[in-house]
Structures are given as C-alpha cells and as structure tokens.
C-alpha cells in the first residue's frame, strides 16, 4: 500500500506568514494527490486536486506543487481563518486511497 | 446545493452491528462514485470503502474487509454502510464522500455519525 508522510506534523505560524507544508509518497504517484482542510468538529473540506488545481470557492492564497514522490501545499499569506488541519491524499491505486497524517496549523 | 446527510450512529457493543445511510440531494447520485471515511476520536483520516456509480464494483481498505458492506439505492438517492463484528477500533466519526470525478478529490461530504463500540 502506498504511504504518506506530512511533515511536519504540527507548525505555529502568524497571520500574514507564508506557509508550506509536505506529503511524501513511498513510491511515484504521477499528480494524483489532493489536499484537503479540516477545522475542529468540520467535514474535511477540498482544496487542491491533481496536485495543483485549486477546487472551486478556494481562495488563491492556496497552491499546491509537487509530480511523483514530493508534494507541498503552500498558503501565501496565512489568515484567520487558516487556522486548521491540513491532509493530503493519493488517488493513485484508487479506488483504495490513502491519507497522510496530517499537519495542524496553530496560532504562534 | 448538493447535501450528504449521514445517520444510523449510535452506541454499539463489541461483536455488534451497525447499518449507517448516507441520503443524498442536489446532484445526480446515480453518475458518481462514493465513499466512505472515517476519524478516530483525535486521529487522522482513515479511507474505509468505496462503490461505483452504478453499484458494479466495491473496494474495502483491509482492516474492515469481510466485515463491513457498502451498497447504494440510487432510486432512493442513499448509500449504506453495513458494519458487522464491530470492533473497539472501528469507533470514530464515519463521513460519507462524493467523487469529484474519479480520482480527483472528494468535493463534498457529509457532516458525519459517530459510532461507538463499547461495552
């Protein structure tokens, strides 16, 4: 089965910061990976699909990079609202999939 | 709008079982594969199964395969979930989730149904 690992599992960051945060895959996965953004007693919600396509409604201050092994979601300039859990997920061997563990934003 | 809306959670003991429904509104059930997800009480998110639009085809992750069945009425726009010989570890919040398109993301889910398997 294939794996993900985040890094790092947890970051303090202030509004304004530019964020990145990384899901690596045990083996190449193309761009079949989606990020997703969960707030406390929420439903995951999507924000990047095909590596780097930007959902719907998503501001633009999300982008996500990344082809084979190496992924990164980056929030140009975090706000308020920012403030959460953040998984990756690959649709390579859909329709098994796989999540990473996770990465949670907090308040510096 | 396109609504999921989970129910069937409650409290079951170890060994029982448990059948959750997913009904689904504003798009057109029978043209997209689904899924369902589950959480840990404070863990990360857990693929549990998925069923293809038309039913045809059914994917287990391996720690609930042989127990849990996931089917779908598409006349009924509504996804089950059949949990049987519940486990201690399968308690967590249960999401249902609509492809995007396939292999693409999960563009909407549902708000979740707690289970717990306790004694």
């Known amino acids: 089965a294939i794996q993900l690992t985040q890094s790092p599992s947890s970051l303090s960051a202030s509004v304004g910061d530019r964020v990145t945060i990384t899901c690596r895959a045990s083996?190449?996965?193309?761009?079949?990976l989606a990020w997703y953004q969960q707030k406390p007693g929420k439903a995951p919600k999507l924000l990047i699909y095909d590596a780097s396509s930007l959902e719907s409604g998503v501001p633009s201050r999300f982008s996500g990079s990344g082809s084979g092994t190496d992924f990164t979601l980056t929030i140009s300039s975090l706000q308020p609202e920012d403030f959460a859990t953040y998984y990756c997920?690959?649709?390579?061997?859909?329709?098994?999939?796989?999540f990473g563990g996770g990465t949670k934003v907090e308040i510096k | 709008q396109v609504q999921l809306v989970e129910s069937g959670g409650g409290v079951v003991q170890p060994g029982g079982s448990l059948r959750l429904s997913c009904a689904a509104s504003?798009?057109?059930?029978?043209?997209?594969?689904m899924h369902w997800v589950r959480q840990a009480p404070g863990k990360g998110l857990e693929w549990v199964a998925f069923i293809r639009y038309d039913g045809s085809n059914k994917y287990y992750a391996d720690s609930v395969k042989g127990r849990f069945t996931i089917s779908r009425d598409n006349s009924k726009n509504t996804l089950y979930l059949q949990m049987n010989s519940l486990r201690a570890e399968d308690t967590a919040v249960y999401y249902c989730a609509k492809d995007k398109e396939a292999a693409a993301g999960f563009d909407y889910w549902g708000q979740g149904t707690l289970v717990t398997v306790s004694s």
């Open positions: 083996q190449g996965i193309s761009s079949a």
């Open positions: 997920q690959q649709f390579n061997s859909y329709p098994a999939l796989t």
């Open positions: 504003g798009f057109t059930f029978s043209s997209y594969g």
